[in-house]
T-cell receptor, first 111, second 116 residues
Framework: LAKTTQPISMDSYEGQEVNITCSHN???????ITWYQQFPSQGPRFIIQ???TKVTNEVASLFIPADRKSSTLSLPRVSLSDTAVYYC????????????FGKGTKLSVIP | KAGVTQTPRYLIKTRGQQVTLSCSPI?????VSWYQQTPGQGLQFLFE???????NKGNFPGRFSGRQFSNSRSEMNVSTLELGDSALYLC???????????????FGEGSRLTVL
């Protein structure tokens, strides 16, 4: 089964770029990699999704190497409001309908 | 358009009771998946319903069950509540479901259950 491993926590100063790496050694051929952000007592919110190489949107970039066994979420110039838990998510396998969230990375942005 | 709505937002039950939680997905979405979130275990998949059929179930005992109606609204039920069932229960809707993890999940605000 696909499983993700992320750092438990990270600290960053405001204005810096933050990179959070997730490993998913058993990712299946059909699986996508998705990142979500969650604030306390709220449901997670979609940030970005990719299959391979690099994806960029208005809030983040996602870097996926050729072997797809890891991925890196990049948040440019973080602010205090980016303090949240970030989850890396992959499917549980080709054709499966189950997702593994893991425990996420708690990012604390310091003024 | 309206987001995912979960009711009730907060509830308190005692051990042995049962509880039913409701989730109304975004209009047009056929998939509803449920998750349990606790400080110790994080976010764990419970089950997914797609067009009224349960497609997969996570590693939870049979006390946890669910269903989906023809209008895609979903309910989950927990019977014989235990203290360890205290958690934030989240539902998420998506257009095409969870296969391969493709597509965006839209989460509700959750139902916070406290079991005394």
């Amino acid at each position: 089964l696909a499983k993700t491993t992320q750092p438990i926590s990270m600290d960053s100063y405001e204005g810096q770029e933050v990179n959070i790496t997730c490993s998913h050694n058993n990712i299946a051929t059909n699986d996508y990699i998705t990142w979500y952000q969650q604030f306390p007592s709220q449901g997670p919110r979609f940030i970005i999704q990719g299959y391979k190489t690099k994806v960029t949107n208005e809030v983040a970039s996602l870097f996926i190497p050729a072997d797809r066994k890891s991925s890196t979420l990049s948040l440019p110039r973080v602010s205090l409001s980016d303090t949240a838990v970030y989850y890396c998510l992959v499917g549980e396998g080709a054709g499966s309908y189950q997702l593994t969230f893991g425990k996420g990375t708690k990012l604390s942005v310091i003024p | 358009k309206a987001g995912v709505t979960q009711t009730p937002r907060y509830l308190i039950k005692t051990r042995g009771q049962q509880v039913t939680l409701s989730c109304s997905p975004i209009s047009g979405h056929r998939s509803v998946s449920w998750y349990q979130q606790t400080p110790g275990q994080g976010l764990q998949f419970l089950f997914e319903y797609f067009s009224e059929t349960q497609r997969n179930k996570g590693n939870f005992p049979g006390r946890f069950s669910g269903r989906q109606f023809s209008n895609s609204r979903s309910e989950m039920n927990v019977s014989t509540l235990e203290l360890g069932d205290s958690a934030l229960y989240l539902c998420a809707s998506s257009l095409n479901g969870l296969a391969g993890g493709e597509g965006e999940l839209f989460f509700g605000e959750g139902s916070r259950l406290t079991v005394l």
